[in-house]
């Protein structure tokens, strides 16, 4: 069966400092990958997707970036943290069909 | 999308009764509908799915009702309980686009 792990499960960085979040997924191969950012009481918003090694898209212009080194590894990072960048980060993979299937999420605070 | 700035509707429902949660789509193209249920603190779970060839399909204690005239879906919840407290989340895809469209999302709060 598949698995999509996220880490660290929390996070708390000053405004600045760099960021990186990692998300792997078992038990598939070739998924298209997902980044969300959620704040606290609200819906979900689309940050990057990507649908094989090296292929990222960005849906908003941010002050994150994302990569993909492995089929199953993505990464959400940051330069320079910025106090709106707080929030719970969640990885998502899909396969053949259309269902996102999601990770224990990432909270992120930027003092 | 539109749905991320808005605070979340709240329905509060008597432990035992049936819970109905409602989502209006957008897009009439759209041919595959996703409920999802998210805990506080964790991921969105899948709940159920609907392909837009059926106007019903029942999971277990759950049923999805599709109403293309209207553009609207319904997540029906049989005999809730306190475990079904979460924010539910309806979400529609297009075409072959991998991206979902997602809904505002409805906070279920269960009344003992």
């Known amino acids: 069966s598949q698995t999509i792990h996220q880490w660290p499960a929390t996070l708390v960085q000053p405004v600045g400092s760099p960021l990186s979040l990692e998300c792997t997924v078992e038990?598939?191969?070739?998924?298209?990958l997902y980044w969300y950012r959620q704040a606290a009481g609200r819906g979900l918003q689309l940050l990057f997707y990507s649908v094989g090694i090296g292929q990222i898209s960005s849906e908003v212009p941010q002050n994150l970036s994302a990569s993909r080194p492995q089929d199953r590894q993505f990464i959400l990072s940051s330069k320079k943290l910025l106090l709106s960048d707080s929030g719970f980060y969640l990885c998502a993979w899909g396969g053949g069909v259309k269902t996102q299937y999601f990770g224990p999420g990432t909270r992120l605070l930027v003092l | 999308g539109e749905s991320v700035g808005l605070h979340l509707p709240t329905l509060s429902v008597q432990e035992g009764d049936n819970s109905i949660i409602n989502c209006a789509y957008s897009n009439s193209a759209s041919d595959y509908f996703i409920w999802y249920k998210q805990e506080s603190g964790k991921g969105p779970q899948f709940i159920i799915d609907i392909r837009s060839n059926m106007d019903k399909r029942q999971g277990q204690r759950v049923t999805v009702l599709l109403n293309k005239t209207v553009k609207h879906l319904s997540l029906q919840i049989a005999a809730t309980q306190p475990g079904d407290s979460a924010v539910y989340f309806c979400?529609?895809?297009?075409?072959?686009?991998?991206?979902?469209?997602w809904g505002a999302g409805t906070k279920l709060i269960i009344k003992p």
């Open positions: 038990g598939t191969s070739n998924p298209n």
């Open positions: 979400a529609e895809n297009k075409d072959s686009n991998y991206q979902l469209i």
